[in-house]
């Protein structure tokens, strides 16, 4: 088994901004990132590493821990954009350079620097890029990597900046909201992109939580909509499911005996595609027992800056993690219909939606509402990618 020992995420606040292209967006930033240390290699010099670097100061004394100890150490970081923006604002740059910069392991090697250098002091250095699955599926190889036995611990998450490909992008695709988004709601306006960073330290030492399991497929369906009917998604949730709790969650299964995960973090884009999906996933998980009366669900990035794109994976799954790791009652992420934040305070702002009830357009969805408290013992993470890449992380306690 795996374990995650130490966490820490990272995400922005909401701000109108006007320095990606000739529109005004409303984008999550992070307001302070850590200097990056003054003989850092050029190829390595980004936003997104900076981002990746206030992390690591974060988990840096746990990470030295495994190293006195003379653990192998692997590096496995997912992104999306790495220096992207960099490069755009410099295109007249040293190709070897530019290359480098935009390489989507470029974060994974900027950590692996860190501990010691590329090619030594870590056994594994790894990026993963498979769009908003990435930091997830960085969580995945993690826990293969440690119990393979290739690294005793792994420093692994997600982390993506903001750029300007990647929000004009999104904007040809007309999903973008100038206001703060509403996923679930009848009153959707789409998705506000942000940046952040979800960074953790697994490890076969039985403390914190335990990675308690995993799954991933891709449908393989459309470059940018999931597939409808979330046939994908519901394969994950069984077998995610079967090695969490241990049961067979096949057609006909009641779940008399098991009470479902606690918590269940949604993708949550509030686009149309994802949204709708994404519920009818939920009364699929109901049907089969993986999902019961007593599971609260939410989207938390109302709340949290925006979606975070290729580290939105782990920092939800990290965010789940927390809850597990805080132990006894915690206050569950509220679902917003609309709102402003940040990771720490799930502080969003409801939007003209005093009547809950009303703005929520799937009436099924056991909804986090208010202040709602609730011991976590078991949680998962959802993330839907674009090219039809899916992928479900579960949490649970040691």
């Given at each position: 088994?795996?374990?995650?020992?130490?966490?820490?995420?990272?995400?922005?606040?909401?701000?109108?901004?006007?320095?990606?292209?000739?529109?005004?967006?409303?984008?999550?930033?992070?307001?302070?990132?850590?200097?990056?240390?003054?003989?850092?290699?050029?190829?390595?010099?980004?936003?997104?590493?900076?981002?990746?670097?206030?992390?690591?100061?974060?988990?840096?004394?746990?990470?030295?821990?495994?190293?006195?100890?003379?653990?192998?150490?692997?590096?496995?970081?997912?992104?999306?954009?790495?220096?992207?923006?960099?490069?755009?604002?410099?295109?007249?740059?040293?190709?070897?350079?530019?290359?480098?910069?935009?390489?989507?392991?470029?974060?994974?090697?900027?950590?692996?620097?860190?501990?010691?250098?590329?090619?030594?002091?870590?056994?594994?250095?790894?990026?993963?890029?498979?769009?908003?699955?990435?930091?997830?599926?960085?969580?995945?190889?993690?826990?293969?990597?440690?119990?393979?036995?290739?690294?005793?611990?792994?420093?692994?998450?997600?982390?993506?900046?903001?750029?300007?490909?990647?929000?004009?992008?999104?904007?040809?695709?007309?999903?973008?909201?100038?206001?703060?988004?509403?996923?679930?709601?009848?009153?959707?306006?789409g998705v506000n992109l942000g940046e952040g960073v979800g960074l953790c330290v697994v490890s076969g030492e039985?403390?914190?939580?335990?990675?308690?399991?995993?799954?991933?497929?891709?449908?393989?369906?459309?470059?940018?909509?999931?597939?409808?009917?979330?046939?994908?998604?519901?394969?994950?949730?069984?077998?995610?499911?079967?090695?969490?709790?241990?049961?067979?969650?096949?057609?006909?299964?009641?779940?008399?005996?098991?009470?479902?995960?606690?918590?269940?973090?949604?993708?949550?884009?509030?686009?149309?595609?994802?949204?709708?999906?994404?519920?009818?996933?939920?009364r699929r998980g109901e049907a089969c027992g993986v999902v019961s009366g007593a599971t609260f669900v939410s989207?938390?990035?109302?709340?949290?800056?925006?979606?975070?794109?290729?580290?939105?994976?782990?920092?939800?799954?990290?965010?789940?993690?927390?809850?597990?790791?805080?132990?006894?009652?915690?206050?569950?992420?509220?679902?917003?219909?609309?709102?402003?934040?940040?990771?720490?305070?799930?502080?969003?702002?409801?939007?003209?939606?005093?009547?809950f009830e009303d703005e929520c357009e799937f009436k099924w969805l056991n909804l986090v509402r208010g202040e709602?408290?609730?011991?976590?013992?078991?949680?998962?993470?959802?993330?839907?990618?674009?090219?039809?890449?899916?992928?479900?992380?579960?949490?649970?306690?040691?």
């Amino acid at each position: 088994m795996s374990y995650i020992n130490d966490l820490f995420v990272l995400t922005g606040t909401l701000q109108k901004r006007k320095d990606f292209g000739k529109k005004e967006f409303l984008l999550g930033s992070v307001a302070k990132t850590k200097t990056l240390p003054k003989n850092t290699p050029l190829k390595f010099v980004s936003r997104t590493n900076e981002l990746l670097y206030t992390a690591f100061l974060a988990l840096k004394s746990e990470v030295e821990k495994h190293q006195k100890a003379g653990k192998k150490i692997g590096v496995v970081i997912g992104t999306t954009v790495t220096a992207i923006e960099e490069n755009f604002k410099e295109p007249a740059c040293d190709e070897a350079l530019f290359c480098e910069r935009a390489a989507h392991d470029n974060p994974a090697r900027f950590l692996a620097h860190l501990l010691g250098g590329e090619s030594g002091g870590v056994a594994m250095v790894w990026g993963v890029s498979s769009a908003c699955t990435s930091g997830a599926k960085a969580l995945m190889m993690a826990d293969r990597l440690v119990k393979s036995g290739v690294c005793d611990a792994v420093v692994c998450g997600g982390v993506d900046s903001l750029n300007s490909l990647t929000i004009n992008g999104f904007d040809s695709l007309e999903i973008l909201s100038s206001e703060p988004m509403r996923p679930m709601s009848v009153k959707r306006c789409g998705v506000n992109l942000g940046e952040g960073v979800g960074l953790c330290v697994v490890s076969g030492e039985a403390r914190g939580v335990r990675v308690a399991g995993f799954a991933s497929n891709n449908d393989a369906f459309h470059i940018t909509k999931p597939k409808e009917g979330c046939e994908g998604g519901e394969e994950l949730l069984r077998e995610v499911a079967r090695q969490v709790f241990g049961a067979d969650f096949g057609a006909g299964f009641g779940g008399g005996e098991f009470g479902g995960f606690d918590y269940i973090n949604l993708h949550a884009t509030a686009t149309k595609a994802n949204d709708e999906m994404e519920a009818e996933l939920v009364r699929r998980g109901e049907a089969c027992g993986v999902v019961s009366g007593a599971t609260f669900v939410s989207g938390t990035k109302s709340t949290l800056g925006g979606h975070t794109l290729g580290a939105s994976g782990a920092v939800e799954a990290l965010l789940c993690a927390g809850l597990v790791m805080e132990g006894g009652e915690v206050l569950l992420p509220e679902h917003k219909f609309g709102g402003f934040g940040g990771f720490g305070g799930f502080g969003g702002e409801v939007l003209d939606g005093e009547n809950f009830e009303d703005e929520c357009e799937f009436k099924w969805l056991n909804l986090v509402r208010g202040e709602v408290k609730k011991e976590v013992k078991s949680a998962a993470s959802t993330s839907f990618a674009f090219g039809g890449d899916n992928a479900i992380v579960a949490v649970s306690k040691v």
